[in-house]
T-cell receptor, first 110, second 114 residues
Framework: DAKTTQPNSMESNEEEPVHLPCNHS???????IHWYRQLPSQGPEYVIH???SNVNNRMASLAIAEDRKSSTLILHRATLRDAAVYYC???????????FGTGTKLQVIP | DAGVIQSPRHEVTEMGQEVTLRCKPI?????LFWYRQTMMRGLELLIY????????DSGMPEDRFSAKMPNASFSTLKIQPSEPRDSAVYFC????????????FGAGTRLSVL
């Protein structure tokens, strides 16, 4: 599996935007970029995914670099409920096996 | 839909005992995954099934672990005999072909082996 690199932890003030970076310099042309998050004492939940173009959904936005070697998950207004570990994962299209890294632990400060 | 349902939520057992974890995937999903999460190793994929058939069990730690999927709505992960180092949170997830490979996770089973 292609690897991703994320900071171990980040902090954000409540109601401020948060930009969570992910490096994936060995990404291949068929790899999708997926983001999951894991709230305390819960299973991971899907946040967003993309291939080449930037993506928006009700939870977040995903900005993908032109060379696809990095991406950024954007939470537009962090709330206390967004405090979680965020995982950036590469998924080869149609291939089910994935590897979760250590993720970024986001702390939201009231 | 109720989502992926795992039972029990917590299991405490003694070393040497058999442990069975259960999972009901989301209806209509044809892939089912078992993961284990520990502080030391993070989230690891143990095994996954497609249409009830095991596809990749390379993550299963040893012969003490076994998983079955007798039908599309039920799967078990069994540990026999259990050891203290098996203590972890075990997650089940499901996904469907054509669903953008999005996996939906259950709430997990926290296993403590004393």
């Amino acid at each position: 599996d292609a690897k991703t690199t994320q900071p171990n932890s980040m902090e954000s003030n409540e109601e401020e935007p948060v930009h969570l970076p992910c490096n994936h310099s060995t990404i291949s042309g068929t790899d999708y970029i997926h983001w999951y998050r894991q709230l305390p004492s819960q299973g991971p939940e899907y946040v967003i995914h993309g291939l080449t173009s930037n993506v928006n959904n009700r939870m977040a936005s995903l900005a993908i670099a032109e060379d696809r070697k990095s991406s950024t998950l954007i939470l537009h207004r962090a709330t206390l409920r967004d405090a979680a570990v965020y995982y950036c994962i590469l998924r080869t299209g149609g291939y089910q096996k994935v590897t979760f890294g250590t993720g970024t632990k986001l702390q939201v400060i009231p | 839909d109720a989502g992926v349902i795992q039972s029990p939520r917590h299991e405490v057992t003694e070393m040497g005992q058999e442990v069975t974890l259960r999972c009901k995937p989301i209806s209509g999903h044809d892939y089912l995954f078992w993961y284990r999460q520990t502080m030391m190793r993070g989230l690891e994929l143990l095994i996954y099934f497609n249409n009830n058939v095991p596809i990749d069990d390379s993550g299963m730690p040893e012969d003490r672990f076994s998983a079955k999927m007798p039908n599309a709505s039920f799967s078990t992960l069994k540990i026999q005999p259990s050891e203290p180092r098996d203590s972890a949170v075990y997650f089940c997830a499901s996904s469907r072909t054509g669903g953008s490979d999005i996996q939906y996770f259950g709430a997990g089973t926290r296993l403590s082996v004393l």
